[in-house]
């Protein structure tokens, strides 16, 4: 289980990977899922809760969870400019790209 205290806990490229494998995890953010239709069948009829719940649900109905670590995801936000991606701190969007250079967090806010 990742913890953002101890940085051992999260994937890292040539540590704990190679870009390209499939890494077997406890649970994943909901807004990264790619899954089968038929996973929604074996939950319920109302499986989406939350993440933690949800990936605990796939484990009891012996499913597995795992990262694609050669896809590339990411969700973006138009609140303050930010890509979110798995295992890298937001980012700004700059014009069709995602800048790794700067953090969205040293943009302001956007009022809604």
């Not at 953010?29 to 719940?53: I, Y």
Request: aromatic letters at 6%; hydrophobic letters at 40%; proline letters at 4%.
């Amino acid at each position: 289980m990742r913890d953002v205290n101890d940085k051992n806990s999260y994937l890292v490229e040539d540590v704990n990977f190679t870009r390209g494998d499939i890494v077997d995890v406890e649970q994943v953010g909901l807004h990264f899922v790619l899954h089968r239709v038929s996973l929604l069948r074996r939950l319920s009829p109302a499986p989406f809760v939350d993440s933690a719940a949800f990936c605990g649900r796939i484990r009891d109905a012996g499913g597995r969870i795992a990262v694609a670590t050669g896809f590339r995801s990411s969700t973006l936000t138009s609140a303050n400019g930010a890509a979110y991606s798995p295992g890298i701190s937001a980012c700004v969007i700059t014009g069709s790209t995602i800048d790794t250079s700067r953090l969205a967090e040293e943009l302001p806010v956007a009022d809604g």
